[in-house]
């Protein structure tokens, strides 16, 4: 005749030994990145109390799964900034400093991505703020051979009112160069 036994489990994480699970409950620790450091298994009979306390056997950290931007920049002549959060600025304004190095996670994805949309603008060398750009819109100058001084981002609901102002969130300078050759015994041909 077999007996109905139950199993018990606790871990020993980040320097505490936790409460104590059983039979498939979870027990440890979710998001925080700490190891398990070692393991009690406790086989008893069913019905039985458990070996020990039963309260916080599992711990996950809730901020995790709440959507936020951080963001740092490295500057000309400053090194890296201390992280940034949603519409900090990363980067100088003033101090004809350029942005050397940007470190971001700026990509959504999978059920956040239909919650939210990435909002981004950049202040540049002799334009200043430019406006508020999205999800992979540009944002800076193109062909003006101006720095990029400073940079803001937010992440919003997309329910919800975005920053504000929106429309000129990129500068492009089209270059255009006209020019004529003059070849050995044919003479000057027409401009290109």
Sequence with gaps: MMQRITIFITGYIAVI?????????????????????????AVLPKGSAAPGETADAYHFNEEWNKPSVKYTAHVQNVGWQPTCCNQETAGTIGKNQRLEALQIKIWLTG?????????????????????????????????YGYRMEAIKIALVRKDGEGPTPVGTSSKTFDTQAVYSAHVQNIGWQDEV
């Design 17 to 41: 030994w936790l409460g104590w699970a059983k039979n498939g409950e979870k027990a440890g620790t979710e998001e925080y990145g700490y190891a398990i450091e070692a393991v009690q298994i």
């Design 111 to 143: 059920e956040i991505e239909k919650e939210y949309d990435v909002y981004y603008r950049v202040h540049v060398q002799n334009f200043g703020w430019l406006d508020w750009a999205k999800n992979g819109e540009i944002a800076g100058t193109v062909n």
